[in-house]
């Protein structure tokens, strides 16, 4: 897998999500995310043909003009139109990835996820998804996860947040701080 500097990822989605605002085109912006990841995956023809060193950008960019930029929203081939002048086309589904977060975040939806050690049941799934968000005060598209090694409880993330009550985590606390003490 090919190295995405972030902060190119970050300053780029950031211009387009404020682009798309202003135009107000966040919706064909989203449209055009989810037809055009799927081409741009790390191995498809497309993105093969944008990275090969011996085909020249005025061809890489006959092909962007006739295939792609009809077809999506006029934000969207300027930034195909930028990544290819910059040579930055390996960082397009990065950059889309995050405008659709961004766009997400937005609107109140924040992903996050869920550790337990045994699967949840619909009932505990809804209550601990109902706690989270009055948490949150966010909706949340939370993606439920099983890890035996949790040995019980839960773990949640979401973003930046982690909130660990699981046993492992408990037990890997008091090693820290049995370790201290006997190093002291």
Known sequence: ????DP????RYARAVFAAA???????AVLADI???????GLYSRLQIFFDSPQI??????????????PFVAPITGRLFHLLLDKGRTECAVAILQRVKRMVRED?????AS???AVALGDGERAR??????????????????VDPRVLGGVRFQCGDLLVDDTIRGKLDKLKSMLEAVVTR
């Not at 897998?1 to 995405?4: D, F, N, P, R, T």
């Not at 989810?34 to 741009?40: A, G, V």
Request: proline content about 2%.
């Open 107 to 111: 609107r109140g939806i924040f992903d």
């Open 7 to 10: 902060v190119i990822t970050e």
């Open 34 to 40: 989810d037809t055009l990841t799927p081409l741009l």
């Open 1 to 4: 897998m090919k190295y995405v």
């Open 21 to 27: 605002k202003r135009a107000q085109q966040v919706e």
């Open 128 to 145: 601990l998804r109902a706690t989270l968000e009055q948490y949150m005060r966010a909706r949340l598209e939370i993606q439920f996860l």
């Open 114 to 116: 869920v550790t337990s």
């Open 56 to 69: 020249s950008t005025e061809a890489k960019r006959d092909l962007l003009d006739k295939a792609i930029v």
